[in-house]
């Protein structure tokens, strides 16, 4: 028996010396997808009495080529809120951020612009942001009550083991973003090249809460820009932390 529990304790410690689990479970994700594909905002931010706080960052990304130069603008728009689960609403603040790099894939990158805007008040009611400081809607999505769809999709990995905290993550073909993400963000490309919903969690009393969850997305676009302005790729990432 000693014998037996040395060789299971020597297995462990190779398991966890090179960063793999001998012992891995798996995410009930489909419990997880039902609750975003049913809108179940107070099961994905687990609110106090209706409300919940959260943080949301959007990062959307163009690269031009520019005189055979690479340029990379991106935007930055941060809102830190409180979430009424009983009527779908939301109140906080926000800040856009805006930032250009040359050369941004080499050791010769020069940041042209780095700045941010002062901080606004909004709301967020009947599916959109409303900037209250100058009381104009936003072009900026919650879409995190707008995954229809990922129900029937499965993730490329939804295990987890002792040197790793519990995760689910999809990829999706094109078809998949159009039918999930897209229907509702209406991005007009003209090549699809990826997109990703992850969801990372943590443990509890054995029982599984949502920390944050990413949803990003990268296409080409050239129909509204000349030619010397190409756009090589544009990349939309958004999170939620709850």
């Given at each position: 028996?000693?014998?037996l529990f040395f060789i299971l304790l020597?297995?462990?410690?190779?398991g966890m010396i090179s960063g793999c689990s001998l012992i891995t479970k798996e995410v009930d994700y489909q419990k997880i997808a039902d609750d975003?594909?049913?809108k179940k905002m107070s099961?994905?931010?687990y609110p106090k009495k209706g409300y919940a706080e959260f943080e949301q960052r959007t990062i959307t990304s163009v690269r031009l080529k520019i005189n055979n130069k690479i340029r990379e603008k991106s935007k930055t728009i941060e809102i830190k809120g409180i979430y009424n689960t009983k009527n779908n609403t939301a109140v906080g603040k926000g800040q856009q951020s805006y930032e250009i790099i040359d050369n941004p894939d080499t050791s010769k990158s020069k940041q042209i612009e780095d700045k941010k805007g002062p901080e606004f008040r909004l709301n967020y009611s009947n599916n959109h942001y409303y900037n209250l400081t100058n009381k104009k809607s936003l072009n900026f999505h919650f879409v995190f009550d707008k995954l229809q769809g990922i129900e029937k999709l499965k993730p490329d990995h939804y295990t987890y083991g002792l040197d790793e905290p519990p995760s689910v993550n999809y990829k999706l073909n094109e078809k998949e973003f159009n039918r999930v993400?897209?229907?509702d963000l209406k991005i007009k490309y003209d090549k699809f090249k990826?997109?990703?919903?992850?969801i990372s969690l943590h443990e509890d009393n054995n029982k599984l809460y949502?920390?944050?969850i990413e949803v990003?997305?990268?296409w080409e676009n050239h129909t509204n820009y000349k030619k010397e302005d190409f756009v090589l790729d544009e990349v939309i990432y958004t999170n939620l932390n709850p």
């Open positions: 028996m000693k014998k020597m297995l462990l410690m190779i975003l594909n049913k099961r994905v931010l993400i897209n229907d990826n997109a990703n919903i992850f949502i920390d944050y990003g997305a990268e």
